[in-house]
């Protein structure tokens, strides 16, 4: 008799449950938002912590609305190793279609973290015709490989800088020390991957050139160097005023640390990974006052007050994780596309791919790094003012460990000041 | 500029020696090739920085806790794992590349990347030596390895237990029938090399920082100079370091910095073709002689 009312009791709780309507954020499944890129590199554990916020706020608010439906969005996540030395492409991209086949994901966000992995993997993406909104690759070899074939490759949107508007920024940079300063001789070290190589070219041709600069050396570095004394040597020797770092590998900050102790009278001004976040100033000991870094996007690793939003999400990432961001390229574009696509699904409401990558074209958001919208080669478009474009910043370390923007005007705080041992030339 | 280079590529000859010398002393005295080097490297320097930024250890106490750990992980990975395998070659680098990878692997899943993982100089204070600067961390570096290879020369010629090092290394039976415990031996080998690698990582880490992937780069750069210099040979793992620590200056200087590692592993290529047992080493050294 017992066991008859038990068998009873567990056939009414289940039935119970099946025929009980619950909220409709709950009973509907989930939409999945992919994050396959390097989540064992700064730049992809923090873009990927930034995404799980989004969701977090935007499911908190019930989700988002497909055909009349609150769905929530759910996160799924694969490291593809791709930023590691030695990792051959073919096995990112393993990991790439792995996750689209097994977690059958609704878009990809931040996607690839390696240019190389991203124009391999356009391939599959357009395979399976999964929108991306990606957030670390920088090469415009993807956008030029979209447009040979945009029905192919449409799928591919990007909402970080990529390498032609940091040239913009760096020669923007150049062309305010030259203006301040005289100086016009530079020394440029980079890392030997697609995007610091792309860059290093592109601002050799638009700006050195042009402007009458002297390019005294120009030195790609293989990831993973770990000495760089020649090259500050020969920056040294050849009466380099400006040195131009280009670098996103963890042993770029050993560059910071010997430009430092070896006394170069040159400025440093590009960008280097380790020296974007407010740590930095602990990490090199309180002597990187002077140096002059990139953050790719504004919200990334600093904020400015001239843009709230920015300010929002900065503080917020440090209450939900302990931590402020230290990466200076990825989490605010990929806290962004998680909005962007939220907004584009509810817009097209379904989840067919084509209609939200018609949907993401149309793309016009006021968010943490100002003003997005997609350009033809779906590139989010950066520009000086984040009332129309998004915007990146340059920022200058001071003597007290305070991060001051310097770059662009709309959003500059101070001036760029000169370290000890470097005089102006005007 | 060229006392400059020259004054880099003794410390980095140096760096890649202080890299070499735990891996080459386990193979020489127990035949053991441990590619968990650089993943005990990688250990130390993250044990270290545990200690001094989460219970707030002065560094140098960090720092011999950390050497102390690391020799005991050495000798705990001989006694429980290396032990069975002792003498299948292949079996015993399987066995050590596997738990290098469960480390380092680890490391990185359990979130340990990031800028912040560094070590503190000794003293932080730059010198101006033939034309160039140069911190007082590099010059320690170089110190360092020159007290180190005094002193392991005068472990291994005048103790008992350096002479029972080479006794092994020798003829493993022979000393075997003069009652030296072989298995003891080489888990001191074992556990001495993965302190080695501890020492190295105390005082080359603050140059840089701390990451799961350099691991792997201080295997590779330990491998090179070994094989060049002729495995098990501590002489030749000195010649080797200089040899692959002024190719890498002298090219990054005066070719590029793009060509350094192609003219390192020309170096390595050049040496083997006409020594293929290294510049030291006796593992074909009959061969050689025919």
């Known amino acids: 008799m017992n066991r008859f009312v038990v068998l009873l009791s567990i056939m009414a709780v289940t039935i119970f449950s099946f025929v009980t309507p619950g909220t409709n954020s709950y009973a509907a499944e989930p939409i999945i938002i992919a994050v396959p890129t390097s989540l064992g590199f700064l730049e992809g554990k923090e873009s990927h912590r930034a995404v799980q916020m989004a969701v977090t706020e935007i499911n908190a608010k019930g989700g988002v609305t497909v055909g009349g439906v609150k769905r929530p969005f759910k996160v799924a996540a694969i490291d593809i190793r791709d930023a590691a030395r030695g990792v051959p492409v073919t096995e990112a991209l393993l990991g790439l279609e792995k996750i689209i086949l097994?977690?059958?994901?609704?878009?990809?966000?931040?996607?690839?973290?390696?240019?190389?992995?991203?124009?391999?993997?356009?391939?599959?993406?357009?395979?399976?015709?999964?929108?991306?909104?990606?957030?670390?690759?920088?090469?415009?070899?993807?956008?030029?490989?979209?447009?040979?074939?945009?029905?192919?490759?449409?799928y591919v949107f990007r909402t970080c800088l990529n390498a032609v508007h940091l040239v913009k920024y760096l020669a923007g940079t150049m062309a305010l020390i030259n203006k301040e300063f005289?100086?016009?001789?530079?020394?440029?070290?980079?890392?030997d991957v697609a995007w610091a190589r792309a860059t290093?070219?592109?601002?050799?041709?638009?700006?050195?050139?042009?402007?009458?600069?002297?390019?005294?050396?120009?030195?790609?570095?293989?990831?993973?160097?770990?000495?760089?004394?020649?090259?500050?040597?020969?920056?040294?020797?050849?009466?380099?005023?400006?040195?131009?770092?280009?670098?996103?590998?963890?042993?770029?900050?050993?560059?910071?640390?010997?430009?430092?102790?070896?006394?170069?009278?040159?400025?440093?001004?590009?960008?280097?990974?380790?020296?974007?976040?407010?740590?930095?100033?602990?990490?090199?000991?309180?002597?990187?006052?002077?140096?002059?870094?990139?953050?790719?996007?504004?919200?990334?690793?600093?904020?400015?007050?001239?843009?709230?939003?920015?300010k929002i999400f900065y503080d917020k990432y440090k209450r939900t994780y302990g931590k402020a961001l230290q990466a200076g390229h990825g989490p605010a574009p990929s806290y962004e596309s998680v909005y962007i696509l939220a907004e584009a699904i509810e817009r097209a409401g379904s989840l067919d791919p084509d209609a939200i990558v018609a949907e993401l074209e149309k793309t016009d958001r006021n968010g943490v790094m100002g003003r997005v919208r997609y350009d033809e080669g779906h590139q989010a478009i950066f520009g000086f003012d984040p009332k129309e474009t998004a915007v990146s910043t340059v920022f200058q370390w001071t003597k007290t460990g305070k991060r001051v923007i310097v770059f662009p005007a709309s959003i500059a705080e101070g001036k760029i000041e000169l370290p000890p041992g470097l005089k102006s030339l005007k | 500029m060229f006392l400059g280079t020259v004054v880099y590529a003794v410390i980095n000859?140096?760096?890649?020696?202080?890299?070499?010398?735990?891996f080459n002393l386990t193979f020489g005295i127990s035949g053991v090739a441990n590619f968990a080097h650089g993943a005990l490297y990688i250990l130390s320097a993250y044990v270290s920085w545990m200690l001094l930024n989460m219970l707030g250890l002065p560094f140098f106490i960090s720092a011999l806790f950390s050497i102390l750990i690391t020799t005991l992980v050495g000798a705990l990975m001989y006694r429980f794992?290396?032990?069975?395998?002792?003498?299948?070659?292949?079996s015993e680098v399987i066995a050590t590349f596997g738990i290098g990878l469960a480390?380092?692997?680890?490391?990185?899943?359990?979130?340990?990347?990031?800028?912040?993982?560094?070590?503190?100089?000794?003293?932080?204070?730059?010198?101006?030596v033939a034309g160039v600067y140069v911190d007082m961390q590099r010059i320690l570096i170089v110190v360092l390895g020159a007290v180190l290879v005094f002193g392991l020369w005068l472990f291994t010629h005048h103790t008992s237990l350096g002479?029972?090092?080479?006794?092994?290394?020798?003829?493993?039976?022979?000393?075997?029938?003069?009652?030296?415990?072989?298995?003891?031996?080489?888990?001191?080998?074992?556990?001495?090399?993965a302190g080695l690698a501890a020492l190295a990582a105390t005082i080359i880490i603050p140059?840089?920082?701390?990451?799961?992937?350099?691991?792997?780069?201080?295997?590779?750069?330990?491998l090179a100079v070994c094989i060049i210099g002729g495995l098990g040979s501590t002489g030749g793992v000195i010649v080797a370091s200089f040899i692959i620590g002024f190719a890498e200056r002298f090219t990054d200087s005066y070719i590029s910095s793009h060509w350094t590692m192609i003219v390192s592993l020309a170096a390595i290529l050049i040496v083997l073709t006409m020594k293929p047992s290294g510049l030291f080493g006796k593992q074909k050294e009959l061969e050689e002689r025919i």
């Open chain 2, 163 to 193: 002479l029972a090092f080479r006794g092994i290394a020798q003829d493993e039976r022979t000393a075997l029938t003069l009652g030296i415990d072989t298995d003891w031996i080489a888990t001191l080998s074992v556990s001495l090399g």
């Open chain 2, 81 to 90: 794992v290396l032990i069975r395998v002792r003498g299948q070659v292949l």
């Open chain 1, 182 to 191: 005289g100086f016009n001789k530079v020394y440029v070290m980079h890392q």
């Open chain 2, 207 to 222: 140059l840089g920082s701390i990451s799961p992937g350099e691991g792997y780069d201080v295997l590779i750069k330990a």
């Open chain 2, 103 to 128: 480390i380092l692997e680890l490391f990185r899943y359990l979130g340990f990347v990031g800028f912040e993982y560094t070590l503190p100089v000794f003293i932080d204070t730059s010198f101006f």
């Open chain 1, 200 to 310: 290093a070219g592109f601002v050799k041709k638009v700006y050195f050139d042009k402007a009458g600069w002297e390019i005294v050396g120009l030195e790609a570095y293989p990831t993973g160097t770990s000495d760089f004394s020649s090259g500050l040597m020969k920056a040294r020797a050849k009466g380099a005023q400006v040195i131009m770092p280009i670098f996103d590998m963890p042993q770029s900050g050993i560059l910071v640390k010997q430009w430092k102790t070896m006394r170069v009278p040159a400025i440093m001004t590009g960008f280097i990974s380790p020296l974007a976040g407010s740590g930095a100033w602990k990490i090199f000991d309180k002597k990187i006052g002077g140096a002059i870094n990139n953050i790719f996007e504004l919200g990334s690793a600093i904020d400015s007050a001239k843009v709230p939003q920015s």
């Open chain 1, 102 to 154: 097994e977690k059958k994901p609704a878009a990809i966000v931040v996607g690839p973290f390696r240019s190389e992995a991203l124009m391999a993997g356009m391939d599959i993406i357009a395979k399976y015709k999964v929108p991306m909104l990606g957030t670390i690759a920088m090469s415009p070899g993807s956008e030029k490989k979209l447009k040979g074939d945009p029905e192919k490759y449409k």
């Open chain 2, 13 to 22: 000859s140096v760096i890649l020696m202080l890299m070499a010398i735990g």
